[in-house]
T-cell receptor, first 115, second 111 residues
């Protein structure tokens, strides 16, 4: 079956620009997560959705970052006024339910480069 | 504050031998622990998990051991195969809302 799909796979943007990253989760998965991975680091939590609502956005680094999931399926991570420090791989994951015994299924990520 | 730590950035093992990857954590409230495998340019793939009420879980060539008193878990791969060469991440959660990941261990299995 189809896994988690993320688009684009690569995005290069200039400092100060706005970007949107899209995630299409596995059908039927109610929980959706965004993580960010920098070189040599593990995935770092950004935000988690249960259905349409952001249940935990404590990992968003600042108010330039925002994410939505309006219909409880596809999610978009939005970054305003991008900075070079935002360069990383942004990973989306989904799971059947937000429980520890329901593992995350990751997409291949979007590599964001801010020049 | 790194709640999940993998102190070995890399590990090399001969094909057919055992690979042991280690992970330490600080939060005693974690109730599930997971291992993920990652190939270059791909997202992490779930490998195996263990509940905090158990001390061992086995799935084929992969076994995870949990030592709660030491706040330590390990992943054993036996026998190791060249296709196991990847970066392995340890992760933990206490609610399912947030999963905390280690920095990864790069495993190379030498043919």
């Amino acid at each position: 079956g189809a896994g988690v799909s993320q688009t684009p796979s690569n995005k290069v943007t200039e400092k100060g620009k706005y970007v949107e990253l899209r995630c299409d989760p596995i059908s039927g998965h109610t929980a959706l997560y965004w993580y960010r991975q920098s070189l040599g680091q593990g995935p770092e939590f950004l935000i988690y959705f249960q259905g349409t609502g952001a249940a935990d956005d404590s990992g968003l680094p600042n108010d330039r970052f925002f994410a939505v999931r309006p219909e409880g399926s596809v999610s978009t991570l939005k970054i305003q006024r991008t900075e070079r420090g935002d360069s990383a791989v942004y990973l989306c994951a989904s799971s059947l339910s937000a429980r520890g015994n329901s593992p995350l299924h990751f997409g291949n990520g979007t590599r964001l480069t801010v020049t | 504050d790194q709640q999940v730590k993998q102190n070995s950035p890399s590990l090399s093992v001969q094909e057919g031998r055992i690979s042991i990857l280690n992970c330490d954590y600080t939060n005693s409230m974690f109730d599930y622990f997971l291992w993920y495998k990652k190939y270059p340019a791909e997202g992490p793939t779930f490998l195996i998990s263990i509940s905090s009420i158990k001390d061992k879980n086995e799935d084929g060539r992969f076994t995870v051991f949990l030592n709660k008193s030491a706040k330590h878990l390990s992943l054993h791969i036996v026998p190791s195969q060249p296709g196991d060469s990847a970066v392995y991440f340890c992760a933990a959660t206490n609610t399912g809302n947030q999963f905390y990941f280690g920095t990864g261990t790069s495993l190379t299995v030498i043919p």
